[in-house]
């Protein structure tokens, strides 16, 4: 999947306490599934702020609903980690000059 410049102006981000929200889970059982496997992992802005991508809890959440497997769960998180480490590589090769000529 290609994530063309206008889509990525328009993602969502979410703090772990909107992500818990969204999935209509409370904190614990979401701390639960994200140490299970079952949550994309997290972004680290500091010591007290992780940040989740919307769209990935969103497809989660559609997940848990149609009544996916804890299996085919994880599979689509793997899925959603593989798809933001291509979307940094992109990133870091389209800004790669720029840093260079600094």
């Known amino acids: 999947m290609t994530t063309t410049q206008h889509e990525a102006k328009q993602r969502r981000i979410l703090h772990r306490s909107e992500a818990y929200?969204?999935?209509r889970t409370p904190r614990t059982?979401?701390?639960?599934?994200?140490r299970a496997g079952l949550i994309p992992p997290y972004t680290k802005k500091n010591e007290r702020v992780f940040l989740y991508d919307?769209?990935?809890?969103?497809?989660?959440?559609d997940a848990m609903l149609a009544g996916a497997s804890e299996d085919e769960i994880r599979a689509l998180v793997k899925a959603q980690v593989a798809e933001r480490q291509e979307r940094?590589?992109?990133?870091?090769t389209r800004i790669a000059p720029q840093l260079a000529a600094a």
Request: charge should be negative; charged fraction near 30%; hydrophobic fraction near 55%.
């Open 21 to 23: 929200v969204e999935l």
């Open 29 to 34: 059982t979401f701390l639960e599934l994200e």
């Open 54 to 61: 919307a769209e990935h809890i969103r497809q989660v959440a």
């Open 88 to 92: 940094l590589a992109r990133l870091r």
